[in-house]
């Protein structure tokens, strides 16, 4: 096709492409926040909750869970206006971000609390702990554990999946790059160095995400000659 | 997702570009795009469907609209079998030069940037860029901008010529299509939305209660049929079919019909 | 004065509903297909056919699908000089997608395949391909049948991106319907109830499927 490259002009535009990756980087860490508090919440119910509470939140994990990203942050954005509430673009590219993170954050702690061993849980309410002191340090740290590995996958599949949040404006590393081809003309060249930006992204988070365990979850037996 | 393979994926991603880079690979030679649309009666022509009042989907789940009833009649004058590839704001000219259309006809409006990478035909239709925004939002001029948070479309003319018009303060929004962009200034998400005076007539008088009305023109602008940039033939053929049905009234009657505004003079390019 | 969401709106949005299926049909099958070849290269002797095929993986699931999609969108063409139609351009970008995460559950699944099945196979005599199609090949696809359909909800959410770039399936249906009607109260939640009304018996399945397995105790991983 005869098809010139310049990348210089995407050169030219990096400080841009990069402000908007910061951008996804602060929403994908402040939902995986906020998503994982909330999934706290959500497996704290379903599993201590009484039916009248276990029922919403199941339905909230399903529903949240086969219904994509795309579709829960239109109607954050454009339909809630509707009834009165409106959510700035990249208020409710957080909230939405947050709100899936957390069915699939509930799920995989879930997951994870059924490897705490029941015999521990039995103990602790011998002791005489309180439910929700026995949730925290018996269940929940354990569970955490077990289930960092998934959640740091979660992580990853949920920063490259916030790139949807350009469809409602919110000005991410995608919105960016959409904006900047469409004025320049050189589509490929700025899809291209953006995917690879997300690319080291998504490597670098998983990285660190790797180093955190280590730093957060030390080896619980350290054998220690006399 | 392990890390070696985010590393080696990273090492594709570098071969990917390496081969990107490398020497283009021609297209093949020989049959022109208008012997082949005449060869095989078949035309492929994009079609924006959320773009009132030049594309919408009608209420048979049809394409209808001003650019649609064009491309009708210019496959009916081919002698071609339309095939309509639906294309949003953003993906008109991409079609195009990937080949997934010859012929583009959705209110393209013609400039010099866009004539670097596609080959414009003589224009058959004329809009202008205004900003609109329901009555309680004051703006009167351009300056009235600032502090206010006004949405676009990507690839058009209002992404091209708003935000040089925009004091600093403004707070512009992007949008992939002209769908969502009516829908944000329907729903309040933004103050007002810039977008063409016929689209913006098309939203207020869909939605009286909304109250939308025109702040103030941008800039005018004629808009045309676009081709690659190789398919002489193909321009030559549109350039004539305009002159045409310039002068049998043809053109005038479809626009007329969708904007309710009669053709104004149409220059030749 | 706009429309109001009737019948032919709705005919409109369920007709995009088609499309979405057809859409995650073809890329399960073809990425399928691929997804095969790309787990035998990851368990390959060949140390370059397993950095390849990992290449390939990492590529795919280390970048937004949406970003892959544009890619297809705006790069093939000049990239190659092939033209394309967007659903031949759409299936080829979620096929490609689906063929990465597949491939990587079905490497999974095979390298599940108890040792002991390759050493029998081996004191048998049976050479590494014929090992491969006849003994760990069908035990592994017993294995990989849960995650392949759980990762089935996730290739029928994701096609819901191609909305973006003007593909009319389920999302840009509703979308379009949106702007003809002005009803977004209804519309979306609409869209998102038929994404779930397709992908929550999926789901159950995978999750029936898998329960099931693990009640078999063939050792599969716990995800």
């Given at each position: 096709m005869g098809y010139v490259f310049q990348f210089g002009v995407v050169w030219e535009h990096l400080p841009e492409l990069l402000a908007g990756a910061l951008l996804t980087l602060r929403l994908s860490v402040g939902a995986f926040v906020l998503g994982l508090l909330l999934a706290v919440l959500l497996t704290y119910a379903r599993g201590y909750g009484s039916r009248a509470v276990r029922g919403p939140v199941v339905a909230y994990i399903e529903f949240m869970r086969n219904t994509p990203l795309l579709v829960q942050l239109f109607v954050l954005y454009f339909s809630l206006p509707a009834i009165g509430v409106r959510l700035g673009a990249n208020q409710a590219a957080l909230l939405g971000l947050a709100l899936n993170f957390a069915a699939y954050g509930a799920e995989i702690l879930r997951g994870g609390m059924q490897a705490v061993p029941v015999g521990q849980i039995e103990a602790a309410n011998a002791l005489g702990l309180r439910r929700w002191r026995v949730f925290r340090h018996v269940v929940l740290m354990p569970a955490l554990r077990v289930a960092y590995p998934a959640l740091a996958s979660q992580f990853v599949l949920m920063m490259l999946g916030s790139s949807v949040v350009s469809a409602i404006s919110a000005t991410d590393l995608t919105a960016v790059t959409n904006t900047l081809q469409s004025t320049t003309f050189r589509g490929f060249e700025f899809y291209f160095v953006a995917t690879g930006i997300y690319l080291a992204m998504a490597l670098a988070a998983r990285a660190g995400l790797d180093v955190a365990y280590r730093w957060l979850f030390p080896p619980l037996l350290r054998l220690r000659s006399a | 997702m392990e890390r070696r393979n985010l590393l080696a994926g990273g090492g594709a991603a570098g071969f990917l570009f390496a081969a990107a880079t490398g020497p283009a690979s021609a297209q093949t030679p020989g049959l022109s795009t208008l012997d082949r649309i005449q060869r095989d009666k078949k035309v492929r022509i994009t079609a924006e469907v959320d773009s009132p009042p030049f594309g919408i989907i009608g209420s048979d789940g049809q394409p209808d609209g001003s650019e649609i009833a064009t491309a009708r009649q210019l496959a009916k004058d081919l002698g071609a079998e339309l095939e309509f590839v639906q294309v949003s704001a953003t993906q008109r000219i991409p079609a195009l030069l990937a080949g997934r259309a010859d012929i583009a006809v959705s209110s393209l409006s013609i400039t010099t940037d866009r004539a670097k990478t596609v080959a414009f035909c003589a224009p058959h239709g004329a809009l202008s860029i205004v900003i609109c925004g329901p009555k309680?939002?004051?703006?009167?001029?351009?300056?009235?901008?600032?502090g206010k948070r006004i949405a676009l479309t990507r690839a058009t003319l209002e992404e091209a010529t708003v935000p040089k018009a925009a004091p600093k303060g403004t707070e512009l929004v992007f949008f992939d299509d002209i769908g969502p962009t009516i829908q944000a200034l329907l729903s309040g998400q933004v103050d007002a939305a810039g977008m063409s005076a016929f689209a913006a007539k098309s939203v207020a008088d869909r939605n009286p209660d909304a109250g939308i009305e025109v702040k103030f023109t941008v800039t005018t602008a004629y808009y045309g049929a676009a081709v690659r940039q190789a398919d002489e033939s193909l321009r030559h053929w549109i350039d004539t079919w305009v002159f045409v049905n310039t002068h049998n009234g043809v053109l005038a009657a479809i626009y007329e019909k969708y904007t309710g505004v009669k053709l104004p003079p149409l220059p030749t390019i | 004065m706009s429309r109001g969401f009737g019948w032919p709106e709705l005919q409109f949005v369920l007709h995009g509903l088609l499309w979405t299926l057809g859409l995650s049909a073809v890329a399960l099958t073809a990425g399928g297909v691929g997804g095969m070849i790309i787990a035998l290269a990851r368990v390959s002797r060949l140390r370059v056919l397993r950095i390849v095929a990992g290449g390939y993986i990492g590529l795919f699931q280390g970048t937004p699908v949406l970003m892959q999609l544009f890619l297809a969108f705006f790069g093939l063409a000049v990239l190659t000089g092939v033209q394309m139609d967007a659903w031949p351009a759409v299936t080829l970008a979620f096929t490609l997608y689906a063929g990465a995460f597949l491939g990587e559950i079905w490497r999974g699944a095979i390298q599940a395949v108890p040792p002991e099945q390759w050493e029998a196979a081996r004191a048998l005599g049976l050479r590494r391909p014929a090992t491969l199609l006849r003994v760990v090949l069908p035990q592994a696809v017993r294995l990989a049948i849960p995650p392949t359909v759980g990762f089935l909800v996730q290739l029928i959410k994701s096609t819901a991106v191609a909305s973006i770039i003007g593909f009319v399936e389920v999302t840009r249906a509703g979308q379009l319907m949106v702007n003809v009607t002005f009803r977004p109260m209804l519309v979306y939640p609409l869209v998102a109830l038929l994404y779930f009304a397709v992908c929550w018996p999926v789901s159950l399945l995978a999750g029936r499927l898998e329960r099931r397995l693990d009640a078999r105790g063939s050792g599969s991983p716990r995800r």
């Open positions: - | 309680k939002t004051a703006i009167a001029g351009p300056a009235d901008m600032a | -």
